[in-house]
């Protein structure tokens, strides 16, 4: 069973970083494209930030040049680096491949 399990999140203030990490199991991680999502209040969910098996990446226009996405194929496990926070970066952060998706870690970025 595929299971993803999101880390990391928290409070910061405008400017601040914060790694997110999601853990996968139940799964061929490796092989797997891996990706970010995120969801603000009253919003819908927007894609920010993709790694393909080959860790090939792309990024939302919105976050590019601050957050950036990696994995580790030994722990099974794909990260967010976000740098420069902003206010408008608050959202619930979900970690998704292909169908699975996990529960979410909420970020708070205060002005």
């Known amino acids: 069973q595929v299971k993803l399990v999101e880390s990391g999140g928290g409070l910061v203030q405008a400017g601040g970083s914060l790694r997110l990490s999601c853990a996968a199991s139940?799964?061929?991680?490796?092989?797997?494209?891996m990706a970010w999502y995120r969801q603000a209040p009253g919003k819908e969910r927007e894609l920010v930030a993709t790694?393909?098996?080959?860790?090939?990446?792309n990024y939302a226009d919105s976050v590019k040049g601050r957050f950036t996405i990696s994995r580790d194929n030994a722990k099974n496990t794909v990260y967010l680096q976000m740098n420069s926070l902003k206010p408008e970066d608050t959202a619930v952060y979900y970690c998704?491949?292909?169908?699975?998706w996990g529960q979410g870690t909420q970020v708070t970025v205060s002005s």
């Open positions: 139940g799964m061929g991680f490796r092989n797997w494209a």
């Open positions: 998704k491949s292909a169908a699975f």
């Open positions: 790694i393909t098996s080959g860790s090939s990446t």
